[in-house]
């Protein structure tokens, strides 16, 4: 992957892809070969599980400052960052509130903030809206757009969404098997910025094509 790169990996259910991203993250070690991530994962990498993993007893805004307070910010540098990032996904007027009183899609963005509250070169996105209805969605991955556009890190984004994945990558990689290989690569070359109205271009359905004759 380049910097700068979003890489989407798509592939069948079970052979591996979740895996792939906690290897990219540091989370799991290599049987063999060898993970070289272009950005220290101690201070580089975040990432976004299926799930929005809020701490249940603390508000959306102290979910989001969570990790400024791991890295040792004090207090009074905090505020700013989390209220940057909460007004990046419209959530600035839910700060003081508990997870339980989100809804899905509202979780997932206090997910999101708390991942860019420190800008990371390396942001690692599984199925992040996989439960969440077609309109959330399409607002989300908006979202995900703009938050890319402000500091172009890395993504690699696992999904199962074929158009998901060409409305938002570079480049869509293929996957399959147990253990996974690589079945092939499909590049996208659309200008950015994407508006959710792309995913009905000829174009876009071209590549999803390609992409799924790989699956």
Do not use: Y
């Amino acid at each position: 992957m380049a910097p700068g790169e979003v890489v989407a990996v798509v592939g069948p259910s079970g052979c591996g892809k979740s895996t792939l991203l906690r290897l990219a993250a540091g989370l799991l070690a290599p049987t063999g070969g060898s993970v070289r991530p272009g950005a220290p994962t101690a201070d580089g990498c975040a990432f976004v599980f299926q799930a929005p993993t809020l701490l249940p007893w603390r508000s959306v805004r102290d979910n989001v400052a969570l990790p400024l307070e791991l890295a040792g910010l004090p207090p009074a540098d905090r505020g700013p960052l989390v209220d940057a990032a909460l007004a990046r996904v419209e959530l600035a007027d839910a700060a003081e509130l508990l997870p339980r009183a989100l809804s899905g899609g509202m979780q997932m963005r206090c997910s999101l903030a708390r991942a860019w509250v420190r800008p990371p070169r390396l942001l690692l996105l599984d199925e992040p809206f996989g439960a969440l209805d077609a309109l959330t969605r399409g607002r989300l991955q908006q979202t995900i757009q703009g938050l890319w556009a402000d500091q172009r890190p890395t993504v690699l984004l696992v999904t199962h969404d074929i158009d998901e994945a060409v409305l938002l990558a570079d480049r869509v990689v293929v996957v399959s098997g147990r253990p996974l290989c690589v079945a092939g690569a499909v590049d996208v070359p659309l200008a950015r910025p994407r508006p959710a109205a792309l995913r009905h271009d000829p174009a876009v359905g071209a590549l999803a094509r390609r992409v799924e004759a790989l699956l």
